[in-house]
């Protein structure tokens, strides 16, 4: 197995358990309070803002055990270059990606004109964002398996 392919599923196990674990944890607090309409929007506001530097935060912790451990087990280095059908690849994967999550934000537009609790939209754009990143590890992996 390369090591892109290796990457992609290390990724799209982290990010499951990244976002798994950070949603479990909102959605017990979530439903222990009672909020005004106010409260809820701030409440969901730091919640999609906190959950970027802690899923950057723990994708790179994740990424350099990846490669340390990696390195340990095969006794091979990190590619240190990227040719250009690793980089059309990662272009294709992000431009999937881009449109996973331009229908979750639609479907979360959606949501609040069909008169949807406000919750909703902002469930409907943190599922956006985890299927976008994992679409994203996905493509790469079915890129790399079948080229391109």
């Known amino acids: 197995m390369y090591y892109q392919e290796k990457k992609s599923i290390v990724n799209i196990i982290s990010t499951l358990l990244i976002y798994g674990i950070y949603y479990w944890i909102v959605y017990q607090e979530y439903s222990a309070r009672s909020m005004s309409h106010e409260e809820e929007l701030q409440y969901w506001g730091k919640t999609m803002l906190l959950i970027i ?4 935060v723990s994708k790179i912790i994740v990424h350099i055990i990846f490669s340390v451990t990696n390195q340990l087990v095969t ?4 590619p240190c270059f990227e040719d250009e059908r690793d980089r059309i690849i990662a272009l294709t994967s992000t431009r999937n990606a881009f449109m996973i999550f331009g229908f979750g934000f639609v479907g979360a537009l959606g949501a609040i004109a069909y008169g949807m ?3 909703s939209m902002f469930i409907f754009m943190i599922v956006a964002g985890l299927l976008s990143d994992l679409f994203d590890n996905l493509s ?3 890129f790399h398996r079948k080229g391109i």
């Open 53 to 56: 530097p802690i899923a950057i």
């Open 75 to 78: 006794r091979e280095r990190q």
């Open 117 to 119: 609790p406000l919750h």
């Open 140 to 142: 790469q992996l079915y």
